[in-house]
C-alpha cells in the first residue's frame, strides 16, 4: 500500500514537473541543452517508460516487462551516448546509470520469465518483478530529473 501511494505520488510530482518544463520551453534554453523541446521529450519519453515498467511490475506482467524493457534499450543507448539529444554531462551519466541497472534487472526478469512456468509462485510474480526493477526506477527518476534540469523529482 505504502509503495502504491509513493509511486502514484512519484508519477504525479512528475507529470507536474513535466508539464511546468514544457511551459518554459521557449525561453528556457541553458547550457547542453537543459530547456530544450529534445530534452523535455526525452524527459518526458523516460518518464512514460518508467510508470509502464512500475505499472506492469505491480500487475505482475512478466512479458510486458520485457517488451518495455526492450523500448528503454535504445533510449537510454541514445542518451548516454549523446546521439539523438544535447543534453549535460549529468544527464548523460544518469543515463548510463540506468542502461546499466536496466540490463541487471532485464537478465533477472528474462531468469525470471523461464521459470514462469514450473514455479509454484512462493512469492508473487509482482513482488519479485518491483524487487528486480527497483534500482531501475531509482535511476529513470534520476535521469528524468537532470533532463529537466534539477526540477524536483521525488524518488520512491
Known amino acids: 500500500m ?33 530547456g530544450s523541446s529534445s530534452t523535455t521529450s526525452a524527459a518526458a519519453e523516460v518518464q512514460g517508460l518508467r510508470d509502464q515498467l512500475a505499472a506492469r511490475a505491480d500487475r505482475g506482467d512478466v512479458p510486458g516487462t520485457q517488451a518495455t524493457l526492450s523500448r528503454l534499450d535504445p ?11 544535447t543534453i549535460q554531462a549529468a544527464a548523460k551519466d544518469s543515463a548510463a546509470t540506468a542502461q546499466q541497472e536496466t540490463a541487471k534487472a532485464r537478465k533477472g526478469v528474462d531468469d525470471l520469465a523461464a521459470q514462469l512456468h514450473s514455479r ?6 509482482s513482488a519479485l518483478l518491483n524487487a528486480l526493477l527497483q ?6 527518476s534520476a535521469l528524468v530529473n537532470d533532463l529537466l534540469g534539477g526540477l524536483p523529482v521525488p524518488v520512491g
Not at 509454484?120 to 510474480?125: D, G, H
Open 120 to 125: 509454484q509462485s512462493l512469492p508473487p510474480v
Open 135 to 140: 534500482r531501475v526506477l531509482i535511476s529513470l
Open 75 to 85: 533510449l537510454l543507448s541514445d542518451l548516454a551516448q549523446g546521439n539523438r539529444y
Open 2 to 34: 505504502k509503495s502504491a501511494l509513493t509511486r502514484a505520488l512519484t508519477v504525479f510530482v512528475t507529470a507536474a514537473a513535466v508539464t511546468l518544463a514544457g511551459v518554459g520551453v521557449a525561453t528556457a534554453g541553458g547550457p547542453g541543452g537543459t
